[in-house]
């Protein structure tokens, strides 16, 4: 921990991340009261949904080749500026389309800012420290879902749309100030023309990567298969608060408040035990006890179990979002860091995007109850198929260690 006290230059970074975090969650408040005043309904806040999600699909990919090409520190401090002007003009802005293409070039940023800086945290702390500097970053994010909306709702109900808007644009100018004045090395970049060939190469190249390490391969889809499930749990526990444990409106607020302590609990996990030496199985553990909570749910009698029950999934979700970070930044050379960030990223939301779409439905055709229980199970599942693919690369790797090498074979 000291070496993280110590290092100016990651805390100014962090700090800016500890700032525009807590506003990003101010616009998502504001931009939907505004909607609703508008006179826009359910369908216009979910084309509000689609245009950030839609965003981090389509400029996903793209995203990390330009991360892994361009000086990253330039970078983040371009898209925080570049941000802030959007969410400035979001402050004028009645027109839903024009809401909507705001939102989008925001989550291009964002597609471009997360891999950028998950990518250059290895360049600015020790090995030792790796684990602590991804908890706080992480925290920093879980701490801002559980404050920002709070917030947001606070400054919008008393001065406004406008002013949270406003305050979101300045977050991200604090942002943009804290990366300048802060030194974020980085390794040599790839060289030469940026044009479709040399996109597309560097694209290959960084999926040949994520298929030949294992360790990131499985948390990667493992992280794919978890949020094509989870995002049936954000469609049905309203109603799952309301109908099944008559908690109503406020239980709901509850069950979120639970879930996002968790987070905050579980994302420092792995910095508190330095986790850095034993990430892997770390990630494992923290998947196999999200998967409990949220099955146990499911069999919760009242709303106390329940929020017990979903603080331990939180904090399983937490811990393995720092512990696959780690993974990743351990097993990937530098100028491979931003593209495998962004397929990790592109892949986590195309599964939520499914899985909500589907729970749309699932609930006409079973029970929600069995929804939680199916999905905690489904945990396992993912589990049980990750930890094999582990013992089985371990295994592939063992025979050829005593596979005979050349001018060997037969020799005592």
């Not at 406008?162 to 004045?181: E, K, W």
């Not at 696959?324 to 097993?331: R, S, T």
């Not at 909500?356 to 079973?366: K, Y």
Request: net charge positive; hydrophobic share 55%.
């Amino acid at each position: 921990m000291r070496h993280i006290i110590s290092n100016r230059h990651f805390l100014q970074v962090w700090a800016g991340q500890v700032i525009s975090n807590v506003g990003d969650w101010f616009t998502y408040v504001a931009l939907i009261a505004r909607i609703y005043q508008m006179g826009g309904g359910s369908l216009a806040v979910s084309g509000l949904l689609i245009s950030q999600m839609g965003s981090a699909l389509l400029a996903g990919q793209v995203a990390g080749v330009l991360v892994d090409r361009l000086n990253r520190k330039q970078t983040m401090i371009a898209v925080d500026l570049v941000r802030a002007a959007v969410i400035f003009a979001a402050v004028f802005s009645h027109n839903l389309w024009v809401i909507y293409a705001l939102v989008f070039v925001a989550g291009v940023g964002s597609a471009l800012f997360q891999p950028a800086l998950y990518a250059s945290v290895p360049n600015l702390v020790k090995p030792e420290s790796l684990a602590m500097a991804n908890s706080l970053i992480t925290t920093t994010y879980n701490l801002g879902f559980v404050m920002g909306p709070a917030l947001g709702g606070i400054i919008t109900g008393r001065w406004g749309a406008g002013v949270a808007l406003l305050g979101d644009a300045i977050s991200f100018l604090v942002s943009a100030a804290c990366v300048a004045l802060s030194k974020v090395p980085q390794e040599a970049r790839a060289r030469g023309p940026l044009n479709l060939r040399a996109a597309y190469d560097d694209l290959v190249e960084g999926l040949r990567h994520i298929r030949q390490r294992t360790e990131v391969l499985v948390v990667i889809v493992t992280l794919l298969a978890i949020m094509s499930f989870s995002g049936l749990i954000n469609v049905v526990e309203i109603y799952f608060a309301r109908d099944v444990l008559h908690a109503g409106n406020q239980g709901f607020g509850y069950m979120v408040s639970a879930w996002g302590a968790g987070m905050v609990l579980g994302s420092l996990l792995p910095g508190l035990i330095r986790a850095q030496s034993r990430a892997m199985a770390l990630f494992l553990a923290a998947v196999l006890l999200q998967g409990v909570g949220v099955g146990l749910v499911g069999v919760a009698p009242h709303l106390v179990w329940a929020l017990a029950f979903l603080v331990v999934g939180g904090l399983g979700n937490g811990a393995h979002n720092v512990a696959a970070a780690v993974v990743i930044q351990q097993a990937t050379a530098d100028q491979l860091r931003g593209r495998v960030f962004s397929t990790r990223r592109t892949l986590a939301y195309l599964g939520w995007v499914v899985s909500m779409a589907v729970g749309g439905f699932l609930p006409s055709i079973m029970p929600l109850r069995a929804i939680y229980i199916m999905t905690g199970l489904s945990h396992l599942l993912i589990l049980g198929a990750a930890v094999g693919l582990m013992q089985r690369a371990g295994q592939v790797q063992q025979a050829e260690a005593a596979r005979p090498g050349p001018g060997k074979a037969g020799r005592e």
